[in-house]
């Protein structure tokens, strides 16, 4: 069983906006210090784009900021991506990411190796 799916991607027109959301189970949510989404287009590394602990913390990537906000609602066991003023060069797949060391193990928030569970994916495609 995936423990992570995001839901709410597509296709927007720059300028345009997306809401992404990634579900799990209450158990797992609970677990969870660290939730974040990350980012890889077609020949590139996987990125953090956005980073939230279970203290409401957030950090984010210098080319996101002002434009993505993320939250976590561990009510509905969500954690959600609002994607504003898009631009062609936010064309990726989307993951969720989860982690349940306290202090992500001592990794950087944006790595991926400071995250345990990852879901599939969603695809956002932004058209110039």
């Known amino acids: 069983q995936v423990p992570l799916v995001e839901f709410g991607g597509g296709s927007v027109q720059a300028g345009g906006s997306l809401r992404l959301s990634c579900e799990t189970s209450?158990?797992?949510?609970?677990?969870?210090?660290?939730m974040a989404w990350f980012r890889q287009a077609p020949g590139e590394e996987r990125e953090g784009v956005a980073g939230?602990?279970?203290?409401?913390?957030?950090n984010y990537a210098d080319s996101v900021k002002g434009r993505f906000t993320i939250s976590r609602d561990n009510v509905k066991n969500t954690l959600y991506l609002q994607l504003n003023s898009l631009k062609p060069e936010d064309t990726a797949m989307y993951y969720c990411?989860?982690?349940?060391?306290?202090?992500?193990?001592?990794?950087?928030?944006?790595?991926?190796?400071?995250?345990?569970?990852w879901g599939r994916g969603t695809q956002v495609t932004v058209s110039s």
């Open positions: 209450r158990r797992a949510i609970s677990r969870y210090i660290a």
């Open positions: 990411a989860a982690d349940t060391r306290p202090g992500r193990g001592g990794v950087r928030w944006d790595l991926p190796q400071a995250y345990i569970d």
């Open positions: 939230i602990g279970n203290d409401g913390s957030t």
